[in-house]
């Protein structure tokens, strides 16, 4: 399979430990993106990459959120000091730019802080 | 800033009737146009996306769209829905950075 992997697929935390998700994108796709997605919303815009770079940060991403993409390849997503609130699907998705907009979405890794 | 509206939140339905699930776009700029399924446990897919060109998009499994600049409209529609359609839709925009703005989605319950 060659879609976009996302690990672990579900993580159970309490509350004020650091988390930290794996995104692997379609391999040639230059732009990864960061989605957080709660019960009964639309997915909502965290960051994204174009190759190592980050272009763009929402007002979303405090400061306890950090992403990175080493390399242009894989991310990570790491939220320090997890909070209730923080509970969600956190989705990622990569594209090949410019593409004509269509992203290429993985299942997605649930995060319960408790 | 840009912003999708999707006014029905649940839509049900009778297998083989018509649906139409409802978007509503506001941006300042030219957008792109996207309906997106997701089906339960499953990753985002997309069904189809309005770029330029023609304004009625075909997309998979049988959907359509329609672009409508003046009402700012990008509604869905499928003449004959089936069990399998059951899913959440949601539609979104992009400004060509490729990065989208989602609804809050609808979800689709196709009855027997």
């Known amino acids: 399979d060659t879609g976009v992997s996302q690990n672990p697929r579900h993580k159970i935390t309490k509350r004020g430990q650091n988390v930290t998700f794996r995104c692997d994108p379609i391999s040639e796709h230059n732009r990864l993106y960061w989605y957080r997605q709660t019960l009964g919303q639309g997915p909502e815009f965290l960051t994204y990459?174009?190759?190592?770079?980050?272009?763009?940060k929402s007002r979303l991403l405090s400061d306890r959120f950090s992403a990175e993409r080493p390399k242009g390849s894989f991310s990570t997503l790491e939220i320090q000091r997890t909070e209730q609130g923080d509970s969600a699907m956190y989705l990622c998705?990569?594209?090949?730019?410019?593409?004509?907009?269509?992203?290429?979405f993985g299942e997605g890794s649930r995060l319960t802080v408790l | 800033a840009q912003s999708v509206t999707q006014l029905d939140s649940q839509v049900p339905v009778f297998e083989e009737a018509p649906v139409e699930l409802r978007c509503n776009y506001s941006?300042?700029?030219?957008?792109?146009l996207f309906w997106y399924v997701q089906y339960p446990n499953q990753g985002l897919q997309l069904l189809l996306k309005y770029l330029s060109g023609s304004t009625l998009v075909k997309g998979i499994n049988g959907f359509e769209a329609e672009f409508n600049k003046s009402q700012t409209s990008f509604h869905l529609r499928k003449p004959s829905v089936h069990i399998s359609d059951t899913a959440e839709y949601f539609c979104?925009?992009?400004?060509?950075?490729?990065?989208?703005?989602f609804g809050t989605g609808t979800r689709l319950q196709v009855f027997p």
């Open positions: 998705a990569s594209s090949l730019a410019p593409g004509g907009g269509e992203l290429f």
């Open positions: 979104a925009v992009s400004d060509n950075t490729d990065k989208l703005i």
């Open positions: 990459f174009q190759n190592e770079a980050q272009l763009e």
């Open positions: 941006s300042s700029v030219s957008v792109y």
